[in-house]
Structures are given as structure tokens and as C-alpha cells.
T-cell receptor, first 117, second 117 residues
């Protein structure tokens, strides 16, 4: 068990729906990440939060909206998605110590399998 | 910038025979390298990591990898494959230290390992 949980595990939604993905880490980490894993493509980093502040946004469309209310929770709000957004969305966390460069191995949750109809 | 290339998209071995999954990296600095494994419908699990200590790294489940700077390689090996090793394996290089930001991971495209009885 990695200590990172994601809900729901599966989600089917229409293009006009609004839904949210939730990630929670129980590892005491202070950095959290959203990744997208599409078929036959490498994992794509979407967002990085460091000490609750967004530090990376890899040109993700605005129909994906992240939220990090505290260091343990990360959400991905979904709105008017497209069928090509269907993928496995993975959350990860790490102990980032940017000013001391400490170890920050990322630990992954099981993912949410999203299907957009 | 860093990149990682997994030389085989599919590898098939018989149970009890050795496993070799190949990975080459490109980095303009001394890299940190990882191997992750993903079983069907599961998240990514860290197998092992290299962070400029010993060049031969031992991981979980009998896997190990050797960092070879001269060859820019970080191949994953296991002496004897088990049926439970069937999964997708990702070679990963970690981005450079960036003040105020957690470091990013760059994933290879993955190698699907099949273990035949």
C-alpha cells in the first residue's frame, strides 16, 4: 500500500458534466502531482503543487482545474471534457524540500480511470 | 533537458529465465533514475532508484539495475522471472533541482513484460 488514495477509481461522464477527482496522501508529504496516462503515450505531468502552491502547469486546458486545499488533499475538477480526455489520471506525492534538495521520490495512487462519452 | 528511452515496448520471457529491460537516458547533469512498475488497473509502484550512490541498485521483488554513465544506460534485470512480474515497467529520470519547486519526473514510454509459463 503506497499511502496515496484516489477516488473514484472509475468515472464515466458526459461532455457537459462537472465532476471532481480526489487524491489524499497519508505520508506527510508536501508536494502533490497530477499525471495523465493515455493509451500508448508516456505519462504526462499535468500539475505540481508544492506546499499547497501550484508550481507547475504543463499547458493543461482550462477544462481541468486543480485545487489543493492542504498538503494532504488534491482535487482535479473536470468541466466540459472531450472524449480525448479519457485516460487514467494518476496522483502522486513526494517529500519535496526544494531549499535543501532532499529526497523526493514520488509515490503514486492507483489512479482514476476516466471515460468521457 | 532530460529524456529517457526504453528500447523495447514488449519483452516476453519464460518463467524462471532472466529478465532484461533496457533503458537509456539523456541528461545534461548527474541524473537521478528510477524504475516503476504498473500492474493492470493499478497505480505505479517504485521498484528502485539511483541517486548517485552505488551504481548497482537493488530493488524490491529481486530486481536490480546498474547505472552505467559511459553507456548512459540504466537497464533493469532479474535473474529469474516469476508469473507475478508480468506488468508494465517504466524507466524514469528526475528533473534538475529548481528553487521553490518540486522536481519533475520524465517517464519512458514503458515496456510491457509478459511471462510465459
Amino acid at each position: 500500500e503506497t499511502g496515496v488514495t484516489q477516488t473514484p477509481r472509475h468515472l464515466v461522464m458526459g461532455m457537459t458534466n462537472k465532476k471532481s477527482l480526489k487524491c489524499e496522501q497519508h505520508l506527510g508529504h508536501n508536494a502533490m502531482y497530477w499525471y495523465k496516462q493515455s493509451a500508448k503515450k508516456p505519462l504526462e505531468l499535468m500539475f505540481v503543487y508544492n506546499f499547497k502552491e501550484q508550481t507547475e502547469n504543463n499547458s493543461v486546458p482550462s477544462r481541468f482545474s486543480p485545487e489543493c486545499p492542504n498538503s494532504s488533499h488534491l482535487f482535479l475538477h473536470l468541466h466540459t471534457l472531450q472524449p480525448e480526455d479519457s485516460a487514467l489520471y494518476l496522483c502522486a506525492s513526494s517529500q519535496a524540500e526544494p531549499w535543501r534538495g532532499g529526497p523526493d521520490t514520488q509515490y503514486f495512487g492507483p489512479g482514476t480511470r476516466l471515460t468521457v462519452l | 533537458a532530460q529524456s529517457v528511452t526504453q528500447l523495447d515496448s514488449h519483452v516476453s520471457v519464460s518463467e524462471g529465465t532472466p529478465v532484461l529491460l533496457r533503458c537509456n537516458y539523456s541528461s545534461s547533469y548527474s541524473p537521478s533514475l528510477f524504475w516503476y512498475v504498473q500492474h493492470p488497473n493499478k497505480g505505479l509502484q517504485l521498484l528502485l532508484k539511483y541517486t548517485s550512490a552505488a551504481t548497482l541498485v537493488k530493488g524490491i521483488n529481486g530486481f536490480e539495475a546498474e547505472f552505467k554513465k559511459s553507456e548512459t544506460s540504466f537497464h533493469l534485470t532479474k535473474p529469474s522471472a516469476h508469473m507475478s512480474d508480468a506488468a508494465e515497467y517504466f524507466c524514469v529520470v528526475r528533473g534538475p533541482r529548481s528553487s521553490g519547486s518540486a522536481r519533475q519526473l520524465t517517464f519512458g514510454s514503458g515496456t510491457q513484460l509478459t511471462v510465459l509459463p
